[in-house]
């Protein structure tokens, strides 16, 4: 049987700021790992500039990004054991929250050609 789609039932919102949360903790230059849990620590959240914001070799519209500064979705996520804020305000991704398939990073990670 294959996968079941979404199985910790995220509402679409939560969906797109955790995909941009896993393309952040790709990004060497804004994370660090922690090597007893795996835990990528993301110290740096992109601002946008006009109707969008640049993540990596990406171009993100703004209205895709709405929860990354949502508390009520990074509390969602941090229930569901997907992400979390440390103490000091950084966020961090879990290694469930970074391999878990959310189906949008083709939908809201456009190609950057500037």
Excluded: C, S, W
């Amino acid at each position: 049987m294959p996968p079941k789609a979404n199985p910790k039932k995220l509402n679409p919102l939560q969906l797109r700021t955790l995909t941009l949360l896993q393309e952040l903790a790709r990004d060497p230059e804004v994370t660090a790992t922690d090597a007893e849990t795996g835990d990528r620590i993301i110290g740096v959240l992109p601002q946008p500039h006009g109707d969008h914001f640049h993540l990596g070799p990406y171009v993100v519209m703004r209205a895709d990004a709405t929860g990354l500064h949502n508390p009520a979705v990074m509390a969602a996520l941090t229930r569901k054991g997907l992400a979390r804020r440390d103490p000091l305000g950084a966020t961090v991704l879990t290694p469930d929250g970074l391999g878990y398939d959310t189906g949008l990073r083709e939908a809201i990670l456009h190609g950057a050609d500037h």
